[in-house]
């Protein structure tokens, strides 16, 4: 039976695979690879699997026509796209095929299009066509612009519940997930076994995999190969509340220049809207914070394409950092997806796995073990099961089924977050994840409370209590989403006896 993810260790952990990072695509790794009679490690330094790219983003789904034909970002952009309603419906997570306008106003931006058109086409996007000004509006009403570029196979997802359905997947298929475990270093023994220090002990492998987003260059750099640079592009981004989402139908994008899609406006699969990103450069892979200058910028830009933005309907912002392999010009590069047989045999290096990796995690994966599959002979599982269930959310389903819900289980008919309406049995259900995930955020993304007009102002305490419950932990030990955030320090007020 797979360990608990997150508990304690022995000396050393010994695996036919071990894969670095959990976000998406090394999630997608994991559940790929779990086809196969493979004992497989997943080593995440955060608390969950998505807390940095994976959920930090725009959360669309590409079409495939952004990127130079021929490009290994174009080629599984494109897979991915095509295979995300079978992905959905195994996984269960939200996905819309609601397609993507690109907006523009003079010659230079049809010009643009055209380009942009025929470059999807040669990637194989499909259904690319240019709309005048009337079916434009047709399709958005509230949109500025003369034309558009319409992608009617472009879409939206859950980003926090995709990445969750592949790490439960893989999970249930057998992988170990070790989340609060940073490698601090690799070294290669002289059977060419693989040792992988953390913070929490050792663990040993005959492959390893770089899937370490954020980190990429670092862990490339323990593997032997050095030299690649990878900065770092932060987009801020603001968070509008969901009466705003019946005037987005679907994510409304300028012209792209030849390096950047541009300041949008996307729709979310749970009706809010998204503004942004922004691009900035930055060398602190860790710091999220957004500036008021930047929501005012990105506000003022968007309501070019988009003029329904007001300051009353901001419920939140964020920020998240996408990793670019950048050469010594500093032109982006591809996805590097390679084994170097010279430096480091039966390693699996992804290097720069920045937008689309979203759309295209699992291609990423299937091409990854493809190198493997060079290289070693893998016999399938006869037991993976390609199907996970996720958590029923209780306010969308008929009234029939709700009465039949909470006389099942009573703790349906308590709602714990009253902006979602998300009821105490989903709450314990987040709780008791399979993952072992314990934070806050964790509850958060797995229920959508918190994340409503209030964000937490009603039941954020609630929702502490119940973790404190559930797992037995103390006030001061629930933390909010990483190490060191605690949610308490001690008591306001003691009780006098």
Not at 165 to 177: C, K, M, R, S, T
Not at 384 to 393: A, L, M, Q
Not at 456 to 464: D, K, L, N, P, V
Request: proline share 4%; with cysteine; aromatic share 8%.
């Amino acid at each position: 039976m797979p360990r608990k993810p997150g508990g304690a260790e022995e000396m050393e952990q010994r695996y036919d695979v071990l894969i670095i990072g959990g976000g998406v695509v090394g999630s997608a790794i994991a559940r790929e690879m779990s086809r196969y009679q493979l004992k497989i490690g997943v080593l995440e330094k955060n608390l969950d699997v998505c807390y940095e790219t994976s959920g930090r983003n725009s959360a669309v789904v590409h079409g495939g026509f952004a990127y130079d034909t021929g490009t290994l970002k174009a080629r599984l952009c494109v897979e991915g796209n095509r295979m995300m309603d079978q992905l959905s419906e195994e996984l269960d997570f939200r996905f819309r095929r609601c397609g993507k306008v690109l907006v523009g106003n003079t010659d230079e931006d049809m010009e643009t299009l055209k380009r942009t058109l025929k470059q999807g086409e040669a990637n194989g996007a499909r259904g690319l066509v240019i709309i005048d000004k009337e079916r434009l509006h047709e399709l958005v009403p509230a949109v500025v612009g003369e034309f558009a570029m319409f992608s009617p196979y472009s879409g939206i997802l859950d980003p926090f519940n995709y990445t969750i359905a592949l790490a439960e997947n893989a999970h249930d298929n057998g992988v170990d997930y070790y989340l609060d475990h940073e490698v601090t270093a690799i070294e290669r023994d002289g059977d060419g076994v693989y040792r992988l220090a953390t913070d929490k002990g050792t663990f040993s492998a005959r492959w390893v995999v770089n899937s370490a987003g954020l980190g990429c260059g670092r862990i490339s750099d323990m593997l032997g190969i050095k030299g690649y640079k990878v900065i770092g592009s932060k987009g801020d981004y603001i968070i509008l509340d969901k009466r705003t989402g019946p005037l987005l139908p679907m994510p409304v994008y300028p012209v792209p220049s030849n390096t950047y899609m541009g300041i949008h406006v996307t729709n979310t699969t749970d009706g809010n809207v998204i503004i942004g990103p922004n691009a900035e450069t930055v060398s602190d892979f860790a710091y999220y914070g957004v500036p008021q200058e930047n929501m005012d910028y990105l506000a003022d830009s968007a309501s070019d394409l988009w003029p329904c933005i007001h300051k009353s309907d901001y419920i939140r912002n964020y920020s998240g950092i996408l990793p670019k392999w950048v050469d010594d010009q500093g032109m982006i590069q591809d996805f590097r997806i390679e084994i170097r047989d010279d430096l480091a045999p039966r390693a699996i290096n992804l290097v720069g796995i920045e937008s689309p990796g979203l759309t295209a995690a699992v291609p990423i994966a299937r091409y990854a073990i493809g190198l493997m599959k060079e290289r070693e002979e893998l016999k399938p599982n006869p037991d993976f099961n390609p199907v996970r269930r996720g958590i029923v959310r209780f306010a969308e389903q008929p009234m029939e089924e709700q009465a039949r819900l909470i006389a099942a289980n009573p703790d349906y008919g308590e709602v714990v977050c009253r902006c979602e309406k998300v009821t105490r049995a989903e709450i314990l259900q987040a709780i008791h994840n399979s993952l072992g995930v314990d934070t806050m955020v964790g509850i958060k993304y797995r229920t959508r409370s918190m994340m409503g007009r209030c964000q937490g102002g009603y039941c954020q305490m609630r929702i502490a209590k119940m973790i404190e419950e559930e797992l037995g932990k103390a006030e001061t030990d629930v933390r909010y989403a990483r190490a060191g955030s605690q949610m308490f320090f001690g008591k306001v007020r003691e009780e006098v006896q």
